[in-house]
């Protein structure tokens, strides 16, 4: 019996993402994942695992309002960014008639949640400059209840001008909700545009504890936005998504110390950033170094394609972006330890 068969459509024609650990490749460094280099250290307090978790657990919510300068109401907690992806999509579209929208270059997942969906995916390239291209939104607007905008950018690392993110809520009002994924926003925290929740009931925004908080095992994510659309995620939500230990440690993580000490991470990283940007700008292969705003570096080398092989072959597994739009020869590397990335920089001195 052929079981493909039975597999839906869409499903049958859907291609996975291509996660970090799903790539392969014998690597000691690894730099394709955005993740923080080092682990932090919990132990777990919460022992009671015969009950069922809080469905939202409290402490959590009320620690990242507090960090994010919200109201409790104004948050949900998930298994990471990524469920939230596709809550929002699972509460607001239509299979079969709803689109969505995103700006590629951008993350992957977007597209990966709505296929899985049968949600309908419109594409409006960025400009060459990875800036949002508002006519070219506004023209392919029709049917789309959500638009994802990543910003700081993955894979970019760019930051999305804020003008354009109000002519986008402005494009959007009575019409779609503007989803801005600010999975690295604390690497260039005073771009958040959590303070605009006040203006704009449909705007979004995602958050994560996976990249500046360096959890990305953990699998906690947030959203955060104005009640009506808290209240309809709540619906679509999994009953208990937060493992108890989960909670446990993103508590430990969201406390007064936590938050310092990710943000001493947050300062480590981005002086590493600028060393190692250094570094890499001086390299005859390297074309250019883009300016990031983020925890990594997208690099255009010459011949591209030879760079990311020669390194995987020595066991340094970056993140290959030369088949994404507007990405030839671009390689996006993590920034890692100073070890780390001094092996990059090593290897990388080995090709003519
Ligand atoms: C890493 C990442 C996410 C996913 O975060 P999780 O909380 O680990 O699911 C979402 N959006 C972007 C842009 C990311 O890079």
Redesign the pocket.
Same mark, same amino acid.
């Given at each position: 019996m052929d079981i493909n068969q039975l597999v839906r459509k869409n499903v049958q024609k859907l291609t996975p993402y291509q996660s970090a650990r799903r790539i392969g490749g014998n690597g000691d460094v690894w730099l394709n994942a955005?993740e923080y280099p080092v682990a932090p250290q919990f132990e777990l307090t919460e022992q009671t695992l015969n009950r069922y978790p809080e469905p939202q657990p409290e402490q959590v919510i009320n620690s990242y309002a507090h960090y994010a300068g919200v109201k409790p109401e104004q948050l949900i907690v998930s298994? =990471?960014?990524?469920?939230a992806?596709e809550l929002l999509m699972r509460a607001f579209c239509e299979p079969q008639q709803d689109s969505i929208l995103y700006c590629p270059p951008?993350?992957g997942?977007y597209q990966v949640s709505a296929e899985t969906l049968g949600i309908d995916v419109k594409t409006v390239p960025t400009k060459s400059d990875w800036q949002l291209d508002l006519t070219g939104i506004k023209q392919n607007i029709d049917n789309v209840k959500l638009i994802y905008v990543?910003s700081p950018n993955?894979p970019t690392g760019n930051l999305i001008n804020p003008e354009d993110i109000k002519a986008l809520l402005d494009i959007a009002k009575n019409r779609a909700l503007v989803v801005i994924?600010e999975?690295?926003i604390e690497f260039s925290p005073e771009s958040s545009v959590v303070s605009w929740l006040a203006n704009y009931p449909h705007l979004v925004i995602?958050r994560?504890?996976?990249?500046a908080f360096a959890l990305?095992g953990l699998?906690? =994510?947030f959203t955060i936005a104005n009640k009506p659309v808290i209240d309809a995620l709540q619906k679509v939500i999994a009953p208990y998504p937060l493992a108890t230990p989960v909670a446990d440690i993103a508590t430990q993580a969201l406390s007064k110390t936590g938050i310092e000490k990710m943000q001493q991470q947050v300062q480590q990283l981005n002086r590493q950033k600028e060393i190692f940007a250094s570094y890499l700008s001086a390299l005859p292969i390297v074309e250019k170094v883009y300016p990031s705003s983020s925890n990594y570096l997208c690099v255009k080398f010459q011949a591209g394609k030879d760079v990311f092989k020669t390194l995987w072959n020595k066991g340094i597994i970056l993140r290959d972006q030369s088949k994404s739009i507007g990405q030839d020869s671009i390689i996006r590397i993590s920034v890692g330890t100073a070890a780390e990335c001094e092996a990059v920089i090593l290897a990388l001195k080995t090709i003519i």
């Open positions: 955005n298994r =990471g960014a990524d469920e992806i951008t993350y997942m990543c993955n994924d999975a690295y995602l994560t504890l996976s990249k990305a699998r906690c =994510g």
